[in-house]
C-alpha cells in the first residue's frame, strides 16, 4: 500500500499544502489558501497604524489555513488519511514572534491586540535598521568573529535585530514574553506540543553556530545590559538539525486538520533551504534560485570561507555534511507588482483586461519585443533595500534614463533587468571568494510566470538556468523532509539523499544563454556596477540622506545619526 507525505510551505502571502505519493515520487494533490489577514503593512485588523518599514503577520492565520488546506488535499486525492505518515513544513525567515510559554502568542491576548510589537514580524520588516546598524559597529568594534559567518552584517532581517528593536520600542512586550520563536518552530510547537527550534533558522537567523552555539553573553550585554541573558531567559540552546524528527502529530490537531493523531512530523525549515534537495541538488556548484516575492540564493560548499555580503554560511544549513550557503535578494517580484499596482496607465490595465491576461503578462509580451539596452534604461533594484552583497535595508531603489518616450513596458523590463543584476552580482562575489558556481537551478513562481524573465537572467549570468518541474518545490522539500522523520521503516526515507535521488524532476526545456544578448547585457552589467558602488558602497550617501529627511518630516522614529 502506497505511503505518503504532507508538505506545507509557508509563503509570503499564503500557504500551501502537497502530498507526495512516496512509492511513485508523484505530487497527488495541492491546495493553496491565502492568510485571511494577509501582510499588514499599513495597519493592525483594529485599525492601528503601522509605521513605515513594518511587515507584520497574523499567527492565528497560520493554523486557520491548515484547516483548509489540509482536508482539500485529501480529499481532492481520495487518498486515505491513514495512509499519510509524515508532515514537514517550510517558511519564509526570520519570521518571528513573541509568545508565553504555553505558545499563546502574545498578540492573542487581548490587553496585546493593538500594540504592534505583540504580532507576527514578518522576514521582510525592515523597522530594526537601526538596531541591525548599532549591533554591526558593536560585534565589529569587539571583533566578534561571527560576523564573518554573515558576510561582514547581520541584516535588519534576522533575529536579534528584531528582538532589541521590541525591547526597545515596548519593553512590556519583551518582559511579558516568555519566548521569542521563528513561526516555523511555533507551527511545529502546536502540532507535536513539543518545542523543537531547527538548526536552519538558528543558523542563518538566530546567529547560532553547530560548534560555537551563540554569541557570548558579553556580546548581548554590550548590546544592551537587559539583553545579556537573552539566549537563556528568550530562545533556547536546544537547537535540531533538519531532518530529525520532532514528534508526532496531536490529537487536537489531528482532529482540527482532519488527519490522523501520530504520524511523525519533521523539524521546521525555510522556504528557499528546502528548496536545494527538492531540486535534486546535493553537492557544490550548483546555484538553486527561489524565485517569488524575493529570491533567496542558495548553495553548498564543502568548506567554510567568508563571501562578503551573503546572508549566512551554516554547516549543515541544508543538507548534512556541508556548509550551506544563502544570499538573496529583498525584493524580486514585489518590485514588478509594485509597479504594476502604482505605474500602470488606465488604457494598460484596460487592454489586459479585455484579454483576459494579467497586467504582468501584458507588459511581459510588449517587453519580450525589445532588444537588451535598447530602452536606454539602468534600475537598481533596491526597492527593499539590499539583502545581498551590501546587506543594507535603508538603500532604496533608481531608475536611469527616464525620457518623455519612455514607456511603462521599458521600465517593468528595466526592473527585470535589475533583479538581473543583483542576482549576477552574488555569483560574482561568490565566484570570487573561492565557492564556485558552475551551474544555475530555478525554482519558485517566477520560472512558471515568466520565460522572458528566466531568458533575461541566462543572458546575464550566463548560465544555462535548469528549472524544477513541480510548481510547488518548497512544498516538495518540506514533504522529503517530511517523510525523512518518519523513517524508512514507515515507508519514508532514511536521509533526505536518498529522498533527493527519487523524488525531485527537472523540466526538459532549459534557459539558456543567447550570445549577442550576453555581449550587451555585459557592458549594461558594467554600468549597473558603476552605481551599484556609487550608490551603495558610501561614495553617495542620498539615499540615506533621502529616507532620513523622510523619517523626520513624518515624525516617525528618531533620526538616523549613524548609517553604517
Ligand atoms: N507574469 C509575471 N511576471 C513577473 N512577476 C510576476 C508575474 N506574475 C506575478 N508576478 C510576481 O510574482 C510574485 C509572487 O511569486 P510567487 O513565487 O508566486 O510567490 P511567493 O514568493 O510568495 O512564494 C509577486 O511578487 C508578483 O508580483
Ligand atoms: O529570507 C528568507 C529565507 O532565508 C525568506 O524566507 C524569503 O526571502 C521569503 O521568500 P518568498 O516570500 O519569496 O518565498
Not at 374 to 385: F, R, V
Amino acid at each position: 500500500m502506497a505511503k505518503f507525505s504532507i508538505g506545507i510551505d509557508y509563503g509570503t502571502e499564503s500557504a500551501r499544502a502537497l502530498l507526495l505519493n512516496l512509492d511513485t515520487a508523484e505530487e497527488v494533490a495541492s491546495s493553496t489558501m491565502n492568510y485571511p489577514h494577509g501582510v499588514m503593512d499599513e495597519r493592525l485588523p483594529d485599525g492601528t497604524v503601522l509605521p513605515q518599514d513594518w511587515a507584520l503577520e497574523h499567527p492565528d492565520d497560520y493554523i486557520e489555513v491548515l484547516k483548509k488546506i489540509i482536508p482539500d488535499v485529501i480529499m481532492k486525492s481520495g487518498v486515505n488519511k491513514d495512509d499519510v505518515v509524515g508532515i514537514g513544513i517550510d517558511f519564509t525567515a526570520c519570521t518571528m514572534l513573541p509568545i508565553k510559554k504555553d505558545g499563546t502568542p502574545l498578540c492573542d491576548l487581548p490587553e496585546y491586540k493593538s500594540n504592534p510589537h505583540a504580532y507576527v514580524k514578518l522576514w521582510k520588516h525592515h523597522a530594526a535598521q537601526p538596531e541591525a546598524n548599532m549591533l554591526n559597529k558593536i560585534a565589529s568594534e569587539r571583533g566578534e568573529d561571527f560576523l564573518a559567518r554573515y558576510g561582514g552584517k547581520i541584516s535588519s532581517e534576522w533575529l536579534i535585530p528584531k528582538i532589541w528593536q521590541i525591547l526597545n520600542e515596548a519593553p512590556d512586550v519583551y518582559e511579558e514574553a516568555d519566548k521569542f520563536i521563528e513561526a516555523t518552530d511555533w507551527v511545529i510547537l502546536k502540532l507535536t506540543g513539543n518545542e523543537r527550534r531547527n538548526s536552519c533558522t538558528a543558523g542563518y537567523k538566530a546567529i547560532w553556530h553547530k560548534r560555537k552555539g551563540y554569541p557570548s553573553n558579553e556580546f548581548f550585554k554590550a548590546l544592551d545590559k537587559r539583553l545579556e541573558n537573552v539566549v537563556d531567559e528568550k530562545l533556547s540552546r536546544d537547537i535540531y538539525p533538519l531532518g530529525t524528527k520532532a514528534g508526532e502529530l496531536t490529537e487536537e490537531m489531528a482532529n482540527m486538520i482532519g488527519l490522523k493523531p501520530g504520524i511523525a512530523v519533521a523539524v521546521g525549515n525555510v522556504d528557499a533551504h528546502v528548496s536545494l534537495p527538492a531540486v535534486g541538488v546535493a553537492s557544490p556548484g550548483k546555484m538553486v534560485m527561489i524565485m517569488g516575492t524575493s529570491i533567496c540564493h542558495v548553495v553548498l560548499g564543502d568548506k567554510e570561507v567568508e563571501v562578503p555580503g551573503m546572508c549566512g554560511v551554516v554547516e549543515d544549513g541544508i543538507v548534512p555534511g556541508y556548509y550551506g550557503y544563502e544570499a538573496g535578494q529583498s525584493a524580486v517580484g514585489d518590485i514588478f507588482a509594485w509597479f504594476v499596482d502604482n505605474c500602470v496607465p488606465d488604457g494598460y490595465k484596460k487592454e489586459a483586461e479585455e484579454r483576459g491576461i494579467s497586467v504582468h503578462q501584458l507588459l511581459t509580451e510588449k517587453a519580450s519585443k525589445l532588444k537588451p539596452g535598447e530602452s536606454g534604461l539602468l534600475a537598481l533594484d533596491w526597492l527593499n533595500g539590499n539583502r545581498s552583497v551590501l546587506v543594507d535595508a535603508d538603500l532604496t531603489g533608481l531608475i536611469l534614463g527616464l525620457t518623455l518616450r519612455t514607456k511603462p513596458e521599458e521600465i517593468y523590463r528595466a526592473l527585470i533587468e535589475s533583479t538581473a543584476y543583483g542576482t549576477r552580482m552574488i555569483i560574482d562575489t561568490f565566484n570570487e571568494y573561492g565557492i564556485k558556481i558552475d551551474e544555475l537551478y530555478a525554482c519558485g513562481g517566477l520560472p512558471e510566470k515568466n520565460p522572458m524573465l528566466m531568458q533575461i537572467y541566462a543572458d546575464v549570468t550566463n548560465l544555462e538556468i535548469k528549472v524544477s518541474k513541480s510548481n510547488q518545490t518548497p512544498a516538495l522539500g518540506a514533504a522529503m523532509f517530511g517523510a525523512v522523520a518518519a523513517g524508512k521503516e514507515n515507508g519514508g526515507f532514511d536521509s533526505i539523499f536518498e529522498a533527493a535521488k527519487v523524488i525531485p524532476k527537472l523540466k526538459d526545456e532549459t534557459f539558456k544563454p543567447i550570445l549577442e544578448n550576453v555581449e550587451i547585457y555585459e557592458k549594461l552589467f558594467q554600468e549597473y556596477k558603476l552605481l551599484h558602488d556609487y550608490f551603495g558602497r558610501g561614495a553617495n550617501d542620498v539615499m540615506k540622506r533621502l529616507k532620513n529627511i523622510k523619517e523626520v518630516v513624518s515624525d516617525v522614529r528618531e533620526p538616523k545619526t549613524t548609517c553604517i
